[in-house]
């Protein structure tokens, strides 16, 4: 059954498949000593659920396997007609990756019942109290960089990752946990342009670009403006420096309506139209703040 689950997500788009038992997931002692040191900035929802965290047994009743999942980015970047950019990661103009991969979690969940009828099973995809990175990392699934971001071997760190939890016993040999590759490399920490790796392996999420693009709702300060380059919706340099990133083409196409567009645009037509796709994250007011700044910026 195992080789069934890979082939299908394969098959799905999943470009990595492991498999972890239930139990406290690595670094965990690491992420709750990070929480303490409130490098999580205003994310306050990380500070709760932390015994869902140490045990993610606890999101399934009855759970006896968590199957670890990572899907491709997009290798096109969305830009304005002027050039300014959002993350990769939006994958836009679909609709938020949140939706997405549940469904096709959601295709495996029905092969899983199909054979196990009396199974229940959960799709975790980003929103659920669960160190993905770690479990991912426990499934053998990649290492650590030292941006944090997980490294599968051969593809890189363009990917988001989910888990399907399930009562199924799957009979699985564990997986080895790879140890990190990045040697004496320091790209990432040089290409961060507000200092957020800290040092190797350790990011304060307060001060990272994406943190303040999109989750913090405050206007961003003229300092930061000036570090935002040409991207007003995340930030993906720490990844686009990284070796490991070298062979993915930089592909720019116009899929946003011009700048001016969006800063005239209003909280109904915005709605209407990306209302499903991950700028609805910030949200409008963000957006238009994030663009303003740059282009003053600039």
């Keep these: 059954m195992i080789s069934t689950i890979e082939f299908r997500a394969k098959e799905l788009g999943f470009i990595a498949v492991g498999f972890f038992r239930p139990q406290p997931p690595p670094f965990y002692k690491e992420f709750a000593d990070w929480i ?3 490098k999580q900035g205003g994310m306050s929802w990380l500070e709760r659920n932390m015994e869902l965290r140490q045990d993610p047994a606890g999101l399934l009743e009855g759970c006896q396997t968590i199957i670890s999942l990572a899907y491709p980015y997009s290798a096109v970047i969305p830009a304005t007609t002027e050039g300014w950019r959002i993350s990769r990661y939006s994958h836009f103009p679909l609709n938020d990756y949140h939706d997405r991969l549940k469904r096709l979690g959601g295709k495996l969940i029905s092969l899983i019942q199909g054979h196990y009828p009396d199974s229940r099973s959960r799709i975790c995809v980003d929103s659920a109290p669960i160190l993905e990175r770690s479990v991912a990392y426990a499934a053998g699934l990649g ?4 941006n944090n971001s997980l490294i599968i071997p051969g593809y890189g760190s363009y990917f988001y990752l989910a888990e399907i939890l399930t009562t199924v016993y799957f009979d699985f040999t564990p997986a080895k946990p790879l140890n990190s590759r990045c040697g004496d490399c320091r790209l990432c920490l040089a290409a961060c342009p507000t200092g957020a790796i800290e040092r190797s392996f ?3 999420a307060s001060q990272c670009l994406s943190y303040l693009t999109i989750e913090d709702k405050k206007e961003v300060s003229k300092e930061i403006a000036g570090k935002m ?3 007003f919706f995340g930030c993906d340099r ?3 420096v990284c070796p490991f990133n070298g062979h993915f083409e930089v592909q ?6 011009s700048g001016h567009d969006l800063l005239s645009m209003k909280e109904r037509e915005f709605t209407a139209r990306y209302g499903r796709t991950v700028l609805s994250r910030a949200g409008l007011a963000k957006i238009q703040s994030n663009l303003r700044a740059v282009n003053e910026s600039g």
Excluded: M
């Design 202 to 204: 350790s990011l304060n």
């Design 229 to 231: 380059g040409d991207c």
């Design 252 to 257: 720019r196409k116009i899929l946003l309506p």
């Design 143 to 146: 290492f650590f960089g030292k």
């Design 36 to 38: 303490d040191s409130h």
């Design 238 to 240: 720490c990844q686009e």
